[in-house]
């Protein structure tokens, strides 16, 4: 069976540091991963998603991650933290039914202070 | 284009009431899904549509729970006889075909009294 397991549960940045929320997947086989963002009282927005192609995903607002198959990660990071970067972060693999039903990480809430 | 859409925002109800959600996926999307975010369980999977069928309905946590989709568009989650335990966000998802992207609309949260 597939999970993830966000490794931290809150992280904390300054503005303008780089920011890194870590993931760690299961799966049996080579799987679709994605990163959702959560802002306050908002609906799950698409960050990115791996799907095979590169092991290096670039996504919106400056996010990028990085399958790596050897250590089963993929962490999320950002050179420079905005203050509108804080909000909840959702590691997620699709399940392997082939209609990509959705397994969340418990996720990881990230905070960014002045 | 217009996103997901879910109603109502917010719903407060009795323990023992029955309770319906809506959701409108995005025009042409055949796929749709259902999740629930909880404090304790986190986001979870209930029910998967594709057209008007439910291949997958092994998330749904009881049978007090029940989804239906008609014309392969609107998607109404039905909770019956509603405990204290099933207050969360039901956050409702579609995609253009079976594994592609998901959005999220805004999800109904739901308070159970």
């Known amino acids: 069976a597939q999970s993830v397991t966000q490794l931290d549960s809150h992280v904390s940045v300054s503005e303008g540091t780089p920011v890194l929320l870590r993931c760690n997947y299961s799966s049996s086989y080579s799987p679709s991963l994605f990163w959702y963002v959560q802002h306050p009282n908002k609906g799950l927005q698409l960050l990115l998603k791996?799907?095979?192609?590169?092991?290096l995903v670039k996504g919106i607002n400056g996010f990028e991650a990085e399958f790596k198959k050897s250590e089963t990660s993929f962490h999320l990071t950002k050179p420079s933290a905005h203050m509108s970067d804080a909000a909840e972060y959702f590691c997620v693999v699709s399940d392997s039914g082939g209609y990509n039903k959705l397994i969340f990480g418990a996720g990881t809430r990230l905070a960014v202070h002045p | 284009g217009a996103g997901v859409s879910q109603s109502p925002s917010n719903k407060v109800t009795e323990k023992g009431k029955d309770v319906e959600l809506r959701c409108d996926p995005i025009s042409g999307h055949t796929a749709l899904y259902w999740y629930r975010q909880s404090l304790g369980q986190g986001l979870e999977f209930l029910i998967y549509f594709q057209g008007n069928s439910a291949p997958d309905k092994s998330g749904l946590p009881s049978d007090r729970f029940s989804a239906e989709r008609t014309g392969g568009s609107v998607s109404t989650l039905t909770i019956q006889r509603t405990q204290q335990e099933d207050s969360a966000v039901y956050l409702c998802a579609s995609s253009f075909g079976p594994g592609e992207t998901q959005y999220f609309g805004p999800g109904t949260r739901l308070l159970v009294l």
């Open positions: 791996y799907t095979s192609a590169a092991t």
